[in-house]
């Protein structure tokens, strides 16, 4: 049976007083939608928004998604050429990375369609093997585009903070000694992700007596 988010929050939040008081503050937390062109346009457009503003960030994947009539494929995007990218803004390690995912999926090394049914770890390692995306953009890949409830990116810092908001220390702890502290909330350790987010945000004003 399947467990939604609610469900989730809820069982998460019955492990720990400290972590049930963020629930009750922060309020329940949300499915982000997916992204409406598909799992492989949100990884294009992670891509293109590594390392940059917001504001660039959106102006250029604008403009990327305006060069494709039609559905953003892998295929669509490898119909594109370099000159036409790089004049939509990305950068040529950008368009070479954009070139490998694009590749990937369609050789099938990385697996959109069928990625639902993997295993997390699975996923994560078909999609690190890309040009451009790393263990975080695949984990965030995971919580947002594919609603998975057991992510735990320990190297997130916005994580490492909120933990430390909820469970104080005299220092935040580093990836390594964060990643057992997750284990107890597994199967729902996105849950926690996502408190530890919230919890982050709202700094000092989290009121845990």
Excluded: N
Excluded at 180 to 202: D, I
Aim: aromatic share 6%; charged share 25%.
């Amino acid at each position: 049976m399947t467990v939604g988010l609610a469900e989730a929050t809820s069982r998460v939040a019955a492990i720990d007083p400290a972590l049930a008081k963020v629930v009750q503050q922060a309020g329940p937390i949300h499915h982000r939608e997916r992204d409406p062109d598909g799992p492989f346009a949100a990884l294009a457009r992670a891509i293109t928004f590594q390392q940059l503003s917001g504001r660039s960030a959106i102006a250029i994947h604008t403009r990327l998604r305006a060069l494709v009539d039609g559905p953003f494929t892998p295929s669509a995007l490898m119909a594109l050429t370099d000159d036409q990218l790089l004049g939509a803004g990305l950068s040529h390690a950008k368009v070479a990375a954009l070139r490998d995912l694009s590749e990937k999926v369609i050789d099938g090394t990385v697996v959109l369609q069928a990625g639902a049914r993997m295993p997390d770890d699975e996923i994560i390692d078909r999609l690190v093997s890309v040009r451009g995306i790393g263990p975080w953009t695949a984990e965030m890949f995971l919580i947002f585009e594919l609603h998975r409830l057991d992510v735990w990116p320990v190297d997130d810092l916005g994580v490492r903070q909120g933990f430390a908001q909820i469970w104080p220390r005299s220092q935040l702890l580093t990836p390594k000694q964060l990643e057992p502290e997750g284990e107890r909330f597994r199967p729902y350790r996105t849950v926690l992700t996502r408190y530890c987010w919230a919890a982050a945000t709202m700094g000092t004003d989290v009121d845990l007596r």
